[in-house]
């Protein structure tokens, strides 16, 4: 089945811990992207990558990474740098960023809480 | 800059009545609009995509239709089911290519 695959589900992280969320397409999608989703609030996006080796900060990459090595894999790392990780993660892929006809697919989400 | 409202922010309806979600947006220049839909704890499902030249898209009970000049969509569902529960969010592709997103409504169809 072609899809996206976002792990874990749960992730905790303990204070000045980095942590690392997972997410892999097999789309062939060369777009791909994380959000971050508050309760009551519309999703914020965080980076972005056109092509591997390329990625573009959203609205709110403050005390976040990412990479792109491979076309099929958009790891977001969430570093000691962000004081309010608790959220719900969102990894969504497409054919191209200026497709503007093309749809959005999601992963089925990562929640990240603080202990 | 672009703002997207969702009115109301909850719905609840028996099943089998017809119902309408609203969308409404400030910038009338983008490119298209979505709606998704999200089961609690899940990723998000496309369900419909509107271009900015296109007036409705329909696909099964689902109809989304958009006035760009008043800046609004509506989702329309027919016949809703137990099985229509769910979160709805709508996104506008804005004239730079980012989507900007509702917060979204909380539908609950009473058995």
């Known amino acids: 089945d072609g899809g996206i695959t976002q792990s874990p589900k749960y992730l905790f992280r303990k204070e000045g811990q980095n942590v690392t969320l997972s997410c892999e397409q097999n789309?062939?999608?060369?777009?791909m992207y994380w959000y971050r989703q508050d309760p009551g609030q519309g999703l914020r996006l965080i980076y972005y990558s056109q092509i591997v080796n390329d990625f573009q900060k959203g609205d709110i990459a403050e005390g976040y990474s990412v990479s792109r090595e491979k076309k099929e894999s958009f790891p977001l790392t969430v570093t000691s740098a962000q004081k309010n990780p608790t959220a719900f993660y969102l990894c969504a892929s497409s054919i191209a960023v200026t497709a503007n006809n093309e749809k959005l697919f999601f992963g089925s989400g990562t929640q990240l809480s603080v202990l | 800059k672009q703002e997207v409202t969702q009115i109301p922010a909850a719905l609840s309806v028996p099943e089998g009545e017809n119902l309408v979600l609203n969308c409404s947006f400030t910038?009338?220049?983008?490119?298209?609009l979505q709606w998704f839909r999200q089961d609690p704890g899940k990723g998000l499902t496309s369900l419909l995509l509107?271009?900015?030249s296109q007036r409705e898209q329909t696909s099964g009970r689902l109809n989304a239709s958009l006035d760009k000049s008043s800046g609004r969509s509506t989702l329309y569902i027919a016949a809703s089911q137990p099985g229509d529960s769910a979160t709805y969010l709508c996104?506008?592709?804005?004239?730079?290519?980012?989507?900007?997103w509702g917060a979204g409504t909380k539908l609950i169809i009473k058995p």
């Open positions: 996104a506008v592709c804005d004239s730079n290519y980012q989507l900007i």
């Open positions: 789309l062939n999608h060369d777009a």
């Open positions: 509107i271009q900015s």
């Open positions: 910038d009338s220049a983008i490119y298209n």
